[in-house]
T-cell receptor, first 113, second 113 residues
């Protein structure tokens, strides 16, 4: 089955700096890569996703890049703000009726003032 | 719209007791999921239901059973609880299993003594 590795497990940045979280996956058939944000005590929520037919996707201060050859994808957050503090999970899946998401182990991002 | 709801929010069980976690969604989604979240382990899929009338095992199904009662409801049963099942349990739903955002419920914090 799919295996998703995520690094780093914790990340501390100063407000205004950029943050980068990296994930690798094992199944070359995976073609959907979402990122979820989970604030303390809350439920995970989708913040951005990318499909394998594109290499980069942006949404305001967040962006995701995908390198299918190397089987890795990254989340980039620019101009970080205190409300970006949360745990971020990457995930990967194939498509089709048997597809299911495999999540990484999470990155706790702390944005300090 | 309530989205995805779960009951109960908290539960304490003794080893060997049984219980059922309830989940319902009002978004007319076809697919529903049960995850467990443990510190440092990310979100791990227990069971999922790609569509009404079907259920399939995920990554960690041992010790659990599920029922897709109808399109809206998907329950998770622990027949004989063990301390290793102490976790936070999230139910989620999506339009289909492929390429679709998963919407999570608020979670159930379960402690097995």
């Amino acid at each position: 089955g799919e295996n998703v590795e995520q690094h780093p497990s914790t990340l501390s940045v100063q407000e205004g700096d950029s943050a980068v979280i990296k994930c690798t996956y094992s199944d070359s058939a995976s073609n959907y890569f979402p990122w979820y944000k989970q604030e303390l005590g809350k439920r995970p929520q989708l913040i951005i996703d990318i499909r394998s037919n594109v290499g980069e996707k942006k949404d305001q201060r967040i962006a995701v890049t995908l390198n299918k050859t190397a089987k890795h994808f990254s989340l980039h957050i620019t101009e970080t703000q205190p409300e970006d503090s949360a745990v971020y999970f990457c995930a990967a899946s194939t498509t089709g009726t048997a597809s299911k998401l495999t999540f990484g182990t999470g990155t706790r991002l702390q944005v300090t003032l | 719209n309530a989205g995805v709801t779960q009951t109960p929010k908290f539960q304490v069980l003794k080893t060997g007791q049984s219980m059922t976690l309830q989940c319902a969604q009002d978004m007319n989604h076809n697919s529903m999921y049960w995850y467990r979240q443990d510190p440092g382990m990310g979100l791990r899929l227990i069971y999922y239901s790609a569509s009404e009338g079907t259920t399939d095992k995920g990554e960690v199904p041992n010790g659990y059973n599920v029922s897709r009662l109808n399109k809206r409801e998907f329950s998770l049963r622990l027949e004989s609880a063990a301390p290793s099942q102490t976790s936070v349990y999230f139910c989620a739903s999506s339009w289909t299993v492929s390429y679709n955002e998963q919407f999570f419920g608020p979670g159930t914090r379960l402690t097995v003594l």
